[in-house]
């Protein structure tokens, strides 16, 4: 007689399950753990505090906060296709810090870099991660121009060595497929040394 009983109770919740069941609502639970900004485009964790990625989506950006972060460094220029344009908005309704350094793709400069470089020792204590509540970001629109960025900060500011360098950078992106890129780290790099 139980299994005559658990047979009808499985049914009835078989039944219940297939009559209730509505798709978009399994879309949208499925759709929401792409609200992570690691779920953004390329997302890497070269320090535990320091990450970067391609593009954040606006569901991605508005999480921010939630998730630790206290500041967004975006490389992309404003007026590239892959740009959100209420990033700066978004970020900043959260009570976090924003900034955003145009870097051509093209023509990557040591200006650029140099902007980016103060912008980081702001952030001393995430970067260090001295404290552990303080995450900061870095984007741009594949990670290429991020990854670049931070790896060279880390080798100058954290000690990185040159292979970790490189191997940061290979985990998003093959630099000497883009000559430009590849010889501006390498410059850096060897300015850094001396």
């Given amino acids: ?55 954040i989506n606006e569901a991605q950006l508005a999480n921010l ?17 892959n740009a959100i344009p209420s990033e700066k908005k978004i970020v900043k309704e959260q009570g976090l810090d924003y900034h955003n350094i145009q870097v051509d793709w093209e023509n990557p400069t040591l200006k650029d870099y140099a902007k980016f470089s103060k912008i980081m020792d702001g952030y001393h204590k995430a970067i260090t991660g001295r404290d552990p509540t303080q995450k900061v970001i870095v984007h741009c629109a594949a990670n290429f121009r991020a990854s670049a960025f931070l ?35 390498e410059n850096k790099m060897n300015e850094a040394a001396l």
């Fill in 151 to 185: 790896s060279l900060y880390a080798y100058k500011n954290l000690r990185w060595s040159e292979g970790q360098v490189t191997e940061s950078i290979n985990a998003v992106w093959n630099i000497t497929d883009y000559p430009t890129w590849n010889t501006f780290v």
């Fill in 1 to 55: 007689m139980r299994n005559l009983t658990l047979t009808i109770v499985n049914l009835v919740l078989l039944i219940a399950t297939t009559f209730f069941y509505d798709p978009s609502i399994a879309s949208e639970q499925a759709d929401s753990t792409k609200d992570r900004v690691e779920d953004a485009y390329n997302f890497r964790r070269p320090t535990s505090q320091v990450h970067t990625s391609g593009v």
């Fill in 65 to 81: 906060k939630a998730e630790g972060y206290i500041a967004v460094i975006n490389l992309l220029p404003k007026k590239n296709d």
